[in-house]
């Protein structure tokens, strides 16, 4: 009888700690919109697929981890050191231009906040990504038509299986970086 009070409360234990699932407060960039899109957004001459390889090739060889890469909408997640994140964004712009948007975050106790460095975008992303595809990048005008800024896609401890998964919602878009 005991060994089965003890069974049932360790069960109990375990899907409680299971449900609590720490919250994360996203604390976005106190710039205004237009000034993140300018600083966040590149244009490079090429098609989407090789610039998306690009951006792939240019996040590993920056120590990132890729978390998630969707072709279809031309978005790429990836972190490094647990605490950063950054998504791409990959659109095709005629003619023969293609658009990329990056945006990245920085997770601390209990908070992740966006990212407003212009210094940090271009240092850390766009020069690399350039110097690997042998290519120039060029800011977009104001009034150009870019991405959405997309949240990087946190990414949970391993399960007891060994595989991680992602939590659902990090990936949706940032409303202010519109």
């Not at 106190?30 to 600083?39: D, H, N, Q, S, V």
């Amino acid at each position: 009888m005991e060994r089965r009070t003890v069974l049932v409360l360790a069960s109990a234990l375990s899907v409680a700690g299971c449900a609590q699932e720490r919250q994360v407060e996203f604390v976005e960039s106190r710039k205004p919109a237009t000034e993140l899109r300018f600083m966040q957004t590149r244009t490079v001459t090429g098609d989407p697929d090789d610039v998306m390889r690009g951006v792939i090739a240019t996040l590993h060889d920056l120590g990132y981890r890729i978390t998630r890469a969707d072709a279809a909408t031309g978005t790429v997640s990836a972190t490094r050191q647990a605490g950063l994140r950054l998504a791409v964004v990959v659109q095709p712009r005629p003619p023969g231009q293609t658009v990329v948007r990056a945006n990245a975050t920085l997770l601390g106790l209990g908070q992740e906040a966006q990212v407003d460095s212009p210094e940090f975008y271009s240092q850390n992303f766009f020069t690399p990504l350039g110097d690997m595809m042998h290519r120039q990048l060029a800011q977009v005008a104001e009034a150009d038509q870019v991405p959405e800024a997309v949240r990087p896609v946190a990414e949970r401890a391993p399960t007891r299986s060994g595989n991680p998964t992602a939590a659902p919602a990090a990936s949706q878009t940032q409303g202010s970086a519109r």
